[in-house]
Protein backbone atom coordinates (compact mmCIF):
# COMPACT_ATOMS: atom_id res chain seq x y z
CA UNK A 1 0.00 0.00 0.00
CA UNK A 2 1.19 3.76 -1.19
CA UNK A 3 0.00 7.14 -0.01
CA UNK A 4 0.46 10.32 -1.91
CA UNK A 5 0.53 13.42 0.48
CA UNK A 6 0.37 17.02 -0.57
CA UNK A 7 1.19 20.90 0.95
CA UNK A 8 1.42 23.65 -0.73
CA UNK A 9 3.98 25.33 1.19
CA UNK A 10 6.59 23.76 3.02
CA UNK A 11 10.16 24.11 4.33
CA UNK A 12 11.84 20.90 3.57
CA UNK A 13 9.51 17.88 2.26
CA UNK A 14 11.79 15.68 4.20
CA UNK A 15 11.72 17.08 7.58
CA UNK A 16 7.39 17.60 7.21
CA UNK A 17 7.20 13.87 6.08
CA UNK A 18 7.34 12.50 9.28
CA UNK A 19 3.99 14.08 9.92
CA UNK A 20 2.52 11.45 7.92
CA UNK A 21 3.86 8.52 8.63
CA UNK A 22 0.48 7.14 10.77
CA UNK A 23 0.08 4.40 8.64
CA UNK A 24 1.75 1.45 9.80
CA UNK A 25 0.14 -0.87 6.74
CA UNK A 26 2.04 1.44 4.34
CA UNK A 27 5.14 0.97 2.78
CA UNK A 28 6.08 3.96 0.55
CA UNK A 29 4.65 7.25 1.64
CA UNK A 30 5.35 10.43 -0.02
CA UNK A 31 5.13 14.05 0.44
CA UNK A 32 5.35 16.70 -2.18
CA UNK A 33 4.99 20.35 -2.42
CA UNK A 34 5.69 22.82 -5.52
CA UNK A 35 6.69 25.47 -3.07
CA UNK A 36 9.21 24.53 -1.08
CA UNK A 37 11.30 27.31 0.82
CA UNK A 38 14.11 25.67 2.65
CA UNK A 39 15.46 22.30 0.52
CA UNK A 40 18.78 20.91 1.62
CA UNK A 41 20.74 19.00 -0.25
CA UNK A 42 23.62 16.52 0.23
CA UNK A 43 26.37 17.70 3.14
CA UNK A 44 24.92 20.72 4.64
CA UNK A 45 24.54 22.39 0.32
CA UNK A 46 20.87 24.28 -0.10
CA UNK A 47 18.66 23.60 -2.70
CA UNK A 48 16.40 26.76 -4.14
CA UNK A 49 13.98 26.06 -6.29
CA UNK A 50 10.95 28.78 -8.10
CA UNK A 51 7.33 28.21 -6.62
CA UNK A 52 4.97 26.45 -8.47
CA UNK A 53 7.60 25.72 -11.31
CA UNK A 54 9.59 23.22 -9.89
CA UNK A 55 8.83 19.87 -7.45
CA UNK A 56 9.82 18.79 -4.33
CA UNK A 57 9.75 15.43 -3.38
CA UNK A 58 9.92 12.95 -0.60
CA UNK A 59 9.35 9.14 -0.17
CA UNK A 60 9.84 6.98 2.92
CA UNK A 61 10.79 3.53 2.73
CA UNK A 62 10.71 1.54 5.97
CA UNK A 63 14.34 0.18 6.60
CA UNK A 64 13.46 -3.60 7.42
CA UNK A 65 12.41 -4.00 3.66
CA UNK A 66 15.44 -2.86 2.14
CA UNK A 67 18.61 -5.88 2.06
CA UNK A 68 20.96 -4.09 0.49
CA UNK A 69 23.72 -1.93 2.09
CA UNK A 70 23.20 2.35 2.80
CA UNK A 71 25.26 2.88 -0.39
CA UNK A 72 23.91 0.43 -3.20
CA UNK A 73 20.54 1.46 -1.85
CA UNK A 74 21.21 5.07 -2.81
CA UNK A 75 22.80 4.10 -5.95
CA UNK A 76 19.79 2.17 -6.48
CA UNK A 77 17.47 4.98 -5.78
CA UNK A 78 19.61 7.13 -8.26
CA UNK A 79 18.79 4.65 -10.77
CA UNK A 80 15.18 4.51 -10.62
CA UNK A 81 14.78 8.04 -10.72
CA UNK A 82 16.96 8.13 -13.61
CA UNK A 83 15.21 5.76 -15.31
CA UNK A 84 11.97 7.37 -14.81
CA UNK A 85 13.44 10.31 -16.57
CA UNK A 86 14.76 8.64 -19.20
CA UNK A 87 11.57 6.83 -20.03
CA UNK A 88 10.01 9.76 -19.43
CA UNK A 89 11.59 12.02 -22.00
CA UNK A 90 13.60 9.75 -24.22
CA UNK A 91 16.88 11.51 -23.75
CA UNK A 92 20.00 10.04 -22.54
CA UNK A 93 19.94 10.92 -18.35
CA UNK A 94 23.30 10.44 -16.23
CA UNK A 95 23.75 10.22 -12.98
CA UNK A 96 27.06 12.64 -11.47
CA UNK A 97 28.37 10.16 -8.66
CA UNK A 98 26.87 10.11 -6.06
CA UNK A 99 23.56 10.76 -6.57
CA UNK A 100 22.86 14.29 -8.89
CA UNK A 101 20.97 13.44 -12.36
CA UNK A 102 22.18 15.05 -15.71
CA UNK A 103 20.54 15.71 -19.07
CA UNK A 104 23.18 17.23 -21.26
CA UNK A 105 25.44 18.03 -19.30
CA UNK A 106 23.30 20.02 -16.39
CA UNK A 107 21.75 19.20 -13.19
CA UNK A 108 18.20 18.53 -13.10
CA UNK A 109 17.56 16.72 -9.90
CA UNK A 110 19.19 16.79 -6.61
CA UNK A 111 18.51 13.71 -3.97
CA UNK A 112 18.93 13.20 -0.53
CA UNK A 113 18.65 10.26 1.47
CA UNK A 114 18.39 10.36 5.43
CA UNK A 115 17.63 7.70 8.08
CA UNK A 116 15.60 8.46 10.65
CA UNK A 117 13.66 6.89 13.33
CA UNK A 118 9.85 7.97 13.50
CA UNK A 119 7.14 6.40 15.73
CA UNK A 120 9.30 3.23 16.33
CA UNK A 121 9.91 2.38 13.08
CA UNK A 122 13.42 3.14 11.36
CA UNK A 123 12.77 4.92 7.47
CA UNK A 124 14.96 5.95 4.55
CA UNK A 125 13.85 9.25 3.69
CA UNK A 126 14.15 9.60 0.30
CA UNK A 127 14.41 13.70 -0.63
CA UNK A 128 14.78 14.69 -4.51
CA UNK A 129 14.29 18.26 -6.41
CA UNK A 130 13.38 18.26 -9.54
CA UNK A 131 13.61 21.03 -11.58
CA UNK A 132 11.17 21.10 -14.29
CA UNK A 133 9.27 24.20 -15.65
CA UNK A 134 12.20 26.75 -14.22
CA UNK A 135 13.55 28.87 -17.02
CA UNK A 136 16.30 30.79 -15.28
CA UNK A 137 19.01 29.55 -13.38
CA UNK A 138 21.13 33.05 -12.48
CA UNK A 139 22.90 31.75 -9.60
CA UNK A 140 23.51 27.82 -10.63
CA UNK A 141 25.45 27.96 -13.74
CA UNK A 142 25.66 24.17 -13.55
CA UNK A 143 21.66 23.46 -13.02
CA UNK A 144 18.87 23.40 -15.52
CA UNK A 145 15.28 21.74 -15.93
CA UNK A 146 13.41 19.79 -18.22
CA UNK A 147 12.12 22.75 -19.69
CA UNK A 148 15.43 24.41 -20.40
CA UNK A 149 17.06 20.75 -21.45
CA UNK A 150 14.40 19.10 -23.97
CA UNK A 151 11.47 21.97 -24.31
CA UNK A 152 9.07 20.01 -22.88
CA UNK A 153 6.53 21.89 -20.20
CA UNK A 154 5.32 18.73 -17.89
CA UNK A 155 2.12 18.76 -15.85
CA UNK A 156 3.71 19.07 -12.76
CA UNK A 157 0.73 16.78 -10.92
CA UNK A 158 0.81 14.07 -13.39
CA UNK A 159 4.02 14.23 -12.96
CA UNK A 160 4.23 13.54 -9.76
CA UNK A 161 1.84 10.82 -9.36
CA UNK A 162 3.67 8.93 -12.44
CA UNK A 163 7.02 9.36 -10.18
CA UNK A 164 5.54 8.00 -6.88
CA UNK A 165 3.58 5.09 -8.87
CA UNK A 166 7.00 4.27 -10.67
CA UNK A 167 9.26 4.50 -7.53
CA UNK A 168 7.48 2.82 -5.24
CA UNK A 169 6.64 -0.30 -7.91
CA UNK A 170 10.60 -0.39 -8.06
CA UNK A 171 11.75 -0.19 -4.42
CA UNK A 172 9.53 -3.30 -4.29
CA UNK A 173 11.75 -5.38 -6.71
CA UNK A 174 15.55 -4.31 -5.67
CA UNK A 175 18.53 -5.86 -7.72
CA UNK A 176 21.29 -7.31 -6.32
CA UNK A 177 24.26 -5.00 -5.37
CA UNK A 178 26.42 -6.53 -7.94
CA UNK A 179 23.33 -5.59 -10.49
CA UNK A 180 23.37 -1.80 -8.78
CA UNK A 181 26.98 -1.32 -9.11
CA UNK A 182 26.78 -2.35 -12.50
CA UNK A 183 23.84 -0.36 -13.51
CA UNK A 184 24.98 2.68 -11.68
CA UNK A 185 28.43 2.69 -13.63
CA UNK A 186 26.89 1.98 -16.78
CA UNK A 187 25.12 5.65 -16.91
CA UNK A 188 27.69 7.06 -14.54
CA UNK A 189 28.50 10.83 -16.02
CA UNK A 190 31.88 11.09 -17.49
CA UNK A 191 32.69 8.04 -16.98
CA UNK A 192 35.96 7.08 -19.06
CA UNK A 193 36.08 11.08 -20.21
CA UNK A 194 39.01 13.10 -19.72
CA UNK A 195 37.44 15.73 -17.35
CA UNK A 196 38.53 18.69 -15.35
CA UNK A 197 39.13 18.34 -11.26
CA UNK A 198 39.47 20.50 -8.52
CA UNK A 199 41.55 18.76 -5.89
CA UNK A 200 43.12 20.51 -3.07
CA UNK A 201 42.34 24.09 -5.02
CA UNK A 202 44.36 23.07 -8.00
CA UNK A 203 43.06 22.18 -11.09
CA UNK A 204 43.81 19.04 -12.57
CA UNK A 205 42.91 16.46 -15.88
CA UNK A 206 41.73 13.23 -14.90
CA UNK A 207 39.48 10.14 -15.97
CA UNK A 208 36.55 8.77 -13.78
CA UNK A 209 36.89 4.88 -13.93
CA UNK A 210 34.32 3.32 -11.74
CA UNK A 211 31.99 3.63 -8.56
CA UNK A 212 32.53 1.10 -6.21
CA UNK A 213 30.69 -0.66 -3.49
CA UNK A 214 32.05 1.43 -0.49
CA UNK A 215 30.76 4.33 -2.27
CA UNK A 216 33.90 5.78 -3.35
CA UNK A 217 34.57 7.00 -6.69
CA UNK A 218 38.13 5.97 -8.70
CA UNK A 219 39.95 8.62 -10.69
CA UNK A 220 42.98 8.22 -12.81
CA UNK A 221 45.03 11.23 -12.11
CA UNK A 222 48.13 12.89 -13.28
CA UNK A 223 50.07 10.64 -10.50
CA UNK A 224 48.05 7.32 -10.96
CA UNK A 225 44.40 6.28 -9.93
CA UNK A 226 43.27 7.22 -6.84
CA UNK A 227 39.82 7.07 -4.90
CA UNK A 228 37.78 9.93 -3.29
CA UNK A 229 34.77 10.18 -1.12
CA UNK A 230 31.71 12.80 -2.10
CA UNK A 231 33.31 16.50 -1.09
CA UNK A 232 37.01 15.19 -1.10
CA UNK A 233 36.82 16.18 -5.01
CA UNK A 234 35.22 18.07 -7.25
CA UNK A 235 34.47 17.76 -10.96
CA UNK A 236 34.26 21.02 -13.32
CA UNK A 237 31.89 21.14 -15.74
Known amino acids: MSQLFYLKECSSTNDEISKFLLYDD ?133 FTLDLHDFLSEKLKKIPSEKEILTIFNTHLFRKDKISVFELDQKRQNGIIRQADEKGELWIELENGLQSFYHKEIRLLY
Open 26 to 158: SDFISLHTFNQTQGRGQYGNTWKATAEKNLAFTLAVKTQNILVSDFMFNYYTAIVIRDFLANLTENIVEIKWPNDIIIKNKKIVGILIEKKKINQNNYFIIGAGFNILQEKFDEISNAGSLLTQIGTHFDLNQ
